[in-house]
Every structure is written in structure tokens, then in C-alpha cells.
């Protein structure tokens, strides 16, 4: 109720333009999406910013994205779009714990979850990366990992590139 009073509260005065800092935080399933649903209509009249970390939120609410990570803007268009860059290149397996670290070591894995008690991860690979391997329908957190990794591999080797070159001992 505080948030749909606080929509309520920033509409008054009829704004062009409402920003809403993670608004589905702690509501329950149906609140979320009666939430979403609010915004999704004022949205119809004046432009929303929403700032979230739910990316199923921004999947489902927004036309237009941006994803920014320490101050830099990694990727901006629309949530399908970007999705759509992934499209048969997202791969997933069920691994064992001690398997894990060979995996992430030999692949680009995108993200790691335990599903009944045993590790999941997701892998970005143009074909299929190993047997066991299968294909699954990328979703913006698959996109989001990806450019979050793709963020810190550049930023890594920027810096490996800036550093004083150690002495050579001959």
C-alpha cells in the first residue's frame, strides 16, 4: 500500500516523467504484479525510469532499457532485442560441485544455481559448448550476465594493458 500511495503522491501535479527506485521490493506475488501492472498504466501517460534488479520486472514492464554497471552504460534498447542477440547460444547443464570450478574454468559461464542441491549453470557459446549440453531460451538475466562479464573482462585487461611492465631478469 505505502508504494501505491507513494505513486499516487508523485502523480499529483500531473509530472511528465515519475522515477521509482525498486518498487516491487518485498511485495508478495500477486501485490508485485498488481504493482507492475499500476505502472505499466501510468506509463501509457508520462515516462517511467525504473531503477531494479529484478530483470523479470523489466522483461515484462519496459519498452526501452538501460544496463549500467559502475557508472557506464553497458547496453541500452529494447529488453526482446537484447534477448534475441542470444538466441541458440545460451547452454545449460547439471554439473557436480567438484566439477564446478574445471567448468568455469573451460567455459563462458554465465551464471551458476543450485537446483536441488547440484550446480546449474548457464553457458554463452555459439554451438553446443560439451556433450550434456542442452540448449534453453536465453532470458535478460542471461543478457545482463553476459554484458556484466564481458564488462569486467574489459576492464581487467585495460588495466593489465596500463600497468608498468615488471624488470625482465636476464
Not at 48 to 58: A, C, G, K, N, R
Request: hydrophobic share 45%; proline share 6%; aromatic share 6%.
Amino acid at each position: 500500500m505505502r508504494q501505491r500511495f507513494g505513486i499516487a503522491q508523485a502523480l499529483l501535479g500531473a509530472p511528465r516523467l515519475v522515477i521509482v527506485d525498486e518498487p516491487t521490493a518485498g511485495l508478495d506475488p500477486d501485490e508485485r504484479n498488481r504493482f507492475l501492472n499500476l505502472l505499466a498504466k501510468i506509463g501509457e501517460q508520462v515516462v517511467v525510469i525504473l531503477s531494479t534488479h529484478i530483470v523479470e520486472d523489466v522483461t515484462d514492464l519496459c519498452p526501452r532499457m538501460a544496463m549500467i554497471a559502475k557508472g557506464t552504460v553497458l547496453l541500452q534498447g529494447e529488453p526482446q532485442a537484447a534477448i534475441d542477440t542470444l538466441k541458440n547460444r545460451v547452454w545449460r547443464r547439471t554439473v557436480s560441485q567438484d566439477a564446478l570450478p574445471e567448468y568455469q574454468a573451460r567455459f563462458n559461464v554465465l551464471s551458476t544455481r543450485l537446483v536441488a542441491g547440484r550446480p546449474q549453470i548457464n553457458v554463452f557459446a555459439e554451438s553446443q559448448p560439451d556433450e550434456g549440453f542442452v540448449s534453453v531460451e536465453p532470458d535478460l538475466e542471461d543478457v545482463y550476465f553476459l554484458q556484466i562479464r564481458n564488462a569486467g573482462r574489459a576492464a581487467g585487461a585495460a588495466q593489465a594493458a596500463s600497468a608498468p611492465n615488471a624488470p625482465v631478469a636476464a
